[in-house]
């Protein structure tokens, strides 16, 4: 065999161990990421199944639950974050991902329900806005939407948004999708129980929320 | 099928060349070439180093004196200036040299470089060996023992030596200097296994019997050099590099000098390879040659001016869009700094094998540095190459491609 020969075989070996190094440590890292998501959703779940649970067990004062509320929301919202760049690095049609989304939109309905409950319960008004976007190709402005919704649930920690994808096969969601009456128009918005459609602009987003809704919750400084 | 996925095979030829060029490095002919010492050769043949001048009034004198302070016996070399009907003061500045008793300075009428070059080699009778030197270049004064030490080797039939840019001023000349270091790793590694298929310029070495047998230098569009080395490769000859033979040379200091030279080159090296080379291409002949040199030289072309159309592409509708998007709230929103996590770390194939590709670079250019024992600083010199060089070298690959399409004729400067 010549030297070029031999030199070419080496070079593929390489070359072929070398790709299939970085393909397991790119696989590596998204099933790390995964995994840090199943782990974030399951810590989640605990706390609002605990909260649940307090709620009903503390059925004469059940305002004491309303701080671990908030705390959960948050929460919810970085997990919603970490979930997104996933799908941009996975694919939206990956199963594990699916997998998660619809965990995630089980943990939003869940917390939804119990910050209607604890507002029912304890007379306070959360300001909740009920988002749902498409991934699908066929929402043109959702990506703007949600940075808008971003930057307000930035500013005012308090605003309570839920991201939902509407395409999501889900049946708890499509219930949710049904009783809440949101069209397929996207973006749509549901700003503490009314709907509005479509995005042109931050302000216009803005007058959508219920008179002094934005001002009466506390803005980070 | 993403954008993205149309890289993959690009990236995977890259690291298989990278990979090749390691292993080659690695192997005894590299390696034996690299512990060659000029001691090893007593041997002084008789050498004529021709100039062809061009309207070279500013730098041809520097070339000369350099060639002068050579480190090799007076009575086996020769120097032969020869101008080619330049319009500045070229011709005054060489008849200066005319009276040292082994310079020969001739004059003719404009006619291109290779026809300079021949006239040369025709005043070269009692030479064994004749080299070529730029006229914007000049050599360190051991450079030519550097050279005949490579001709040990009775089969070797042509040297190349070790090319840097002198003094790099502006940013492009800087980008060009990291550039030329690795070219140096590149020609020591292809020459130990006879893959070289360019004998530039600037301080290249034949056999006189290489002319006998072939023939003198052609017009070969503007490439007379890479037409030679072809013809050579052609005709089974080997093209050997003297690693530690260092010849400097001015890099061109503007955009628009740039592109006009390597345009000149890439144009040369797709002529001469569809009209008149094409039977090297395959396996029948030189395979080092025929089945990686040449082919990978192709699709670096083609892939270079695809993968930075598709980057362009996809860098402009992303910062569209990050546009739209970023417009849909305050701007100071942008700038919010976020907790550092390693979730959010952009790990791909893609950057992880680019990162691996320009760390291999950047070593190459450091081997190529140190070996040559050239002088300068490489490090802020990478830093700008890595930079620059995939912005402006599709400029020159695109204008290329498109002068051979469209059957442009290329300027020399």
Same mark, same amino acid.
């Given at each position: 065999m010549s030297l070029f020969a031999r030199n070419a075989l080496i070079a593929l070996a390489i070359t072929v161990v070398l790709t299939g190094t970085v393909i397991y440590a790119v696989n590596y890292l998204n099933n790390a990421r995964v995994a840090e998501l199943s782990t974030i959703e399951d810590q989640i779940s605990i706390d609002t199944l605990s909260l649940d649970t307090q709620f009903s067990l503390l059925e004469s004062a059940p305002c004491d639950s309303a701080a671990s509320s908030t705390v959960l929301t948050g929460e919810l919202s970085d997990l919603g974050n970490r979930l997104s760049y996933a799908e941009d690095q996975l694919g939206s049609d990956n199963p594990q991902v699916i997998r998660l989304k619809q965990q995630y939109s089980l943990l939003e309905i869940r917390d939804y329900l119990i910050t209607k409950q604890l507002a029912a319960a304890c007379g306070t008004k959360p300001v909740t806005v009920l988002y749902f976007y498409s991934n699908a190709g066929d929402c043109a402005d959702c990506d703007r939407a949600g940075y808008a919704l971003s930057y307000l649930h930035n500013t005012y920690p308090n605003l309570r948004v839920y991201s939902f994808?509407?395409?999501?096969?889900?049946g708890a969601l499509q219930t949710f999708i049904a009783l809440t009456k949101v069209k397929d128009t996207l973006p749509a918005f549901v700003i503490n129980g009314r709907q509005s459609y479509g995005f042109t602009s931050l302000p216009d987003l803005e007058k959508q929320f219920p008179k002094g809704a934005l001002a009466t919750t506390s803005p980070k400084l | 099928m993403s954008p993205e996925t149309l890289v993959y095979p690009f990236l995977f030829l890259a690291i298989f060349f990278e990979s090749f060029l390691l292993v080659t490095f690695l192997s005894k002919p590299a390696r034996d070439r690299r512990l =060659?010492?000029?001691?090893? =050769?007593a041997a002084t043949p008789r050498v004529a180093i021709v100039v062809p001048c061009w309207n070279e009034e500013t730098t041809v004198a520097g070339t000369v004196e350099s060639l002068l302070a050579l480190d090799y016996p007076a009575d086996k070399l020769s120097l032969v200036l020869v101008d080619d009907g330049s319009t500045d003061r070229t011709s005054a500045v060489i008849d200066r040299f005319a009276e040292h008793p082994h310079i020969t300075a001739l004059h003719k009428e404009n006619g291109g470089k290779y026809t300079a070059m021949n006239l040369g080699i025709a005043h070269a009778k009692d030479a064994e060996i004749i080299g070529f030197l730029d006229a914007d270049s000049f050599v360190a004064s051991d450079a030519l023992r550097e050279i005949t030490t490579a001709f040990a080797e009775p089969e070797t039939m042509a040297v190349t030596a070790s090319m840097s840019i002198h003094q790099p001023r502006t940013i492009l000349q800087r980008m060009q200097y990291a550039e030329y270091a690795f070219a140096i790793t590149l020609r020591h590694v292809f020459a130990s296994i006879n893959g070289l298929y360019v004998t530039p310029g600037p301080f290249s070495f034949y056999r006189r019997t290489v002319f006998d047998r072939l023939g003198p230098f052609k017009h070969a569009y503007l490439a007379e050099d890479m037409e030679m080395a072809m013809r050579m490769q052609r005709a089974g000859f080997n093209i050997g590099n003297a690693l530690r033979a260092r010849v400097y040379t001015k890099g061109p200091p503007t955009l628009p000098k740039l592109i006009t030279q390597r345009v000149r080159w890439t144009t040369g090296f797709l002529r001469n390879i569809a009209f008149d080379y094409r039977d090297l291409i395959g396996g029948k002949g030189n395979a080092v040659l025929g089945l990686f040199v040449l082919p990978l030289g192709l699709i670096a072309i083609g892939g270079g001016i695809a993968i930075f159309a598709l980057t362009v592409t996809e860098v402009v509708q992303r910062a569209l869009h990050a546009l739209s998007v970023v417009q849909a709230a305050p701007l100071s929103y942008a700038f919010t700094p976020h907790p550092f996590s390693w979730f959010y770390l952009p790990v791909t194939a893609v950057t992880l094998i680019g990162i691996t590709l320009i760390l291999s670079t950047l070593i190459w250019m450091t081997l190529g540095k140190r070996l040559s024992r050239t002088p300068g600083r490489l490090v802020p010199n990478m830093l700008v190459y890595l930079l620059l060089y995939s912005f402006v070298a599709p400029l020159w690959l695109i204008q290329s491609v498109s002068h051979v399409a469209r059957g442009v004729h290329t300027a020399w400067r």
């Open positions: 994808d509407y395409n999501l096969s889900i | =060659a010492s000029t001691r090893q =050769a």
